[in-house]
């Protein structure tokens, strides 16, 4: 059964058709799925704050309900190191059509892995996981499974990756922390069950995986539409 919190969550989303950032990350981590340390600030001063407790570098992401696609309006900024550049990034941000505010969070690394949920018509939840981050579209590297997964479907999962060899340590490099990746997969094929009603996908893009932890760097979830 899903949390009330989840649900409304959802509900108030459904005038935008698909779930905020900083709202799908608060859903996904209520669902049990790690997410970075991050704060939704409206304002110049809230973001600097943010920024200054979470600790330099960070992320800045711009939040408006008109930007679905954020890289489209250079609306992600990486490494930034100081109350400085953060304002100038707050600044431009504001400038975009339907501002309305900025997450801040805190800087990841690791290898970048794309999961995703398509709800299909004839199927049911499809769950996609595969080499994330820019070269997504690039190597089209990726293995489904129906949903609900059991264990054994991600290690499935990951050795039908022609890129496998990357996630279990490639000639010395450190090999991500499968257990943690286990568990983050696990709970998402739950939250996909339990949403199956009320969404039309889930993209996590990147989840960055390392030695230590497995955390979803960016979500989108896009709502089922009722005609």
């Known amino acids: 059964m899903l ?26 981590s209520l669902a049990g799925l790690p997410v970075p340390n991050f704060t939704r600030a409206s304002t110049q001063d809230q973001a600097l704050k943010a920024a200054r ?6 992320v800045a992401k711009i939040v408006s309900p008109l930007v679905l696609h954020k890289s489209e309006v250079g ?15 707050f600044q431009r941000f504001s400038r975009v059509n339907g501002f309305a505010a900025i997450l801040v969070e805190e800087m990841l690394t690791g290898l970048e892995l794309i999961i995703g949920a398509k709800i299909d018509h004839q199927f049911g939840p499809v769950i996609l996981m595969g080499i994330g981050g820019t070269a997504a579209e690039l190597f089209q590297d990726t293995s489904l499974r129906m949903a609900p997964l059991q264990e054994t ?3 499935a999962m990951v050795k039908c990756l022609r ?8 000639r010395g490099s450190t090999p991500v922390n499968m257990p943690e990746l286990t568990r ?16 039309e996908s889930i993209d996590l893009n ?9 955390v979803v760097a960016d979500a989108r979830i896009l709502l089922r539409q009722f005609k």
């Open 75 to 89: 609306g992600v900024v990486t490494h930034i190191d100081s109350d400085a550049a953060l304002t100038k990034i």
């Open 163 to 170: 890129a496998h060899q990357f996630l279990e340590g490639y």
């Open 53 to 58: 407790k979470i600790g330099y570098p960070v």
């Open 206 to 214: 990147p989840v960055m995986c390392s030695a230590d932890r497995c």
């Open 184 to 199: 983050l997969l696990m709970a998402f094929s739950d939250v996909v069950m339990k949403l199956e009603n009320e969404i």
């Open 3 to 28: 949390k009330q919190s989840i649900r409304t969550i959802i509900a108030s989303s459904q005038r935008h058709g698909w779930v905020l950032e900083p709202d799908a990350k608060r859903l996904l």
């Open 153 to 155: 479907d991600v290690a």
